[in-house]
C-alpha cells in the first residue's frame, strides 16, 4: 500500500494558457470571473465563451469576493486523498455578488452557524506544499453578516 504523501491528488486544478490567469490571480489572493461583452454577463468556472450567449468575447474581471451561500453539505467521510484527511469538511454553493453560482469550501464556521443566504467573503488556502492557491470563503466581517435562512 502506498503511504498517503504518494497517493495521487484529485484536488489539483490543472492550469493550462487560458486558465493560468486566474491561477496566478488567486496566488496573489485575487479571485477573478469571466465577464462577456456580448450580453454583460459573469460566469464562473472560468471558460472561453459566454455559456450564456455563446459569445466568445469575453475578459477577466477582479470579483468583489463577496457572496451568499445557496446550499451546503458537511462530508464526514470521504475515502479519497486527500480529503480524507480534512473531514468533516463543508462541501458549498455560493452565489457570487457578481451573478454565477460557484462551488467552494466554507471554512472558519461552525456547521451550526451555517444559515441559507449568510454573507460570506473570499480567502485562499495554499495546497499541495503551496504549489496551488485556491478560492475557499468563509463568513463576512461582523458588520456584513445580513440574515440568513438555516436549512432544515
Known sequence: M???SAAPRFDLPEPDAFTRPYWEAAAEGRLLVRRCRA???AHHYPRE???HCW???TDWERASGRATLYTWSVVHRNDL???GTRTPYVAAVVDLEEGPRMMTEVVD????ALRIGMRLEVAFRAVAGDDFVVPVFRPAAAGDQGHGQPRN
Open 81 to 83: 486523498p486527500p480529503f
Open 39 to 41: 450580453c454583460g454577463r
Open 55 to 57: 459569445s466568445e468575447d
Open 2 to 4: 502506498t503511504p498517503a
Open 109 to 112: 464556521c461552525e456547521e451550526g
Open 49 to 51: 465563451f459566454c455559456p
